[in-house]
Nanobody
């Protein structure tokens, strides 16, 4: 089970990025996907989740009006679209997966993690 993130980079405040999380070697159709971030000196924070069916989504309060999460089953990929980015969004972003049909509000642990992609928001 391998998850690979891409799409990070340097963006100015107010800008947008789209992160991708592609499952390699397995079908992610039955997996919930979560996005997490960790800034230097801070604890890892769950940013967003989309469940296996796509019907359940969850966002952290700090991003819920700016970020969107989606998935493309044909591409075996989940996306995190980030808009109106702020310097405080700067972090390494990770995607994670767990095989479950639960809603995002009942997922407490993920068992597959990607390597992370750096997002830097700076002028």
């Amino acid at each position: 089970v391998q998850l690979v993130e891409s799409g990070g980079g340097l963006v100015k405040p107010g800008g947008s990025l789209r992160l991708s999380c592609t499952a390699s070697g397995f079908s992610a159709d039955y997996y919930a996907i979560g996005w997490f971030r960790q800034a230097p000196g801070k604890e890892r924070e769950e940013v967003a989740c989309i469940n296996a069916s796509g019907a359940s989504k969850k966002f952290a309060d700090s991003v819920k009006d700016r970020f969107a999460i989606s998935r493309d089953y044909a591409k075996n990929t989940a996306y995190l679209e980030m808009h109106n980015l702020k310097p405080e969004d700067t972090a390494v972003y990770y995607c994670a997966g767990v095989r479950t049909s639960s809603s995002c509000y009942r997922i407490y642990e993920y068992d597959a993690w990607g390597q992370g992609t750096q997002v830097t928001v700076s002028s």
